[in-house]
């Protein structure tokens, strides 16, 4: 049984950091597709980072440079660092994994449609 299980949340201002973990259980990082997903209220969910099966990381264009992507293979947990908040990063945030090629071909507005498996996700809150 796959189990995702975010942790890391919380309220910070803007301009602070905070840094999500994500433990993976039931499922191996090899040959998948791993990614760091938000959703705000009334928003429909966008991917905000993912890790190919190929070891490529691609960002959205409005985290890049502030939001690092990493994962720890010996603790199968992921991890997402994300420094220079803006009240606009406001979001419950998820991690989410599908098997190599999962998302292959779907244009980022749509990565979350070919992810197999999701945690329930923490919430980030940025004050201004």
């Known amino acids: 049984q796959v189990q995702l299980v975010e942790s890391g949340g919380g309220s910070v201002q803007a301009g602070g950091s905070l840094r999500l973990s994500c433990t993976v259980s039931g499922f191996t990082f090899d040959d998948s597709e791993m990614g760091w997903f938000r959703q705000a209220p009334g928003e429909e969910r966008e991917g905000v980072a993912i890790r190919h099966s190929d070891g490529t990381t691609n960002y959205a264009g409005s985290v890049k440079g502030r939001f690092t992507f990493t994962l720890d293979v010996a603790k199968n947990t992921l991890y997402l660092q994300m420094n220079s908040l803006r009240p606009e990063d406001t979001a419950m945030y998820y991690c989410?994994?599908?098997?190599?090629?999962?998302?292959?071909?779907?244009?980022?507005?749509?990565?979350?449609?070919?992810?197999?498996?999701w945690g329930k996700g923490t919430l980030v809150t940025i004050s201004s």
């Open positions: 989410a994994a599908a098997q190599r090629g999962a998302v292959c071909g779907l244009p980022w507005t749509h990565l979350h449609y070919g992810m197999d498996y």
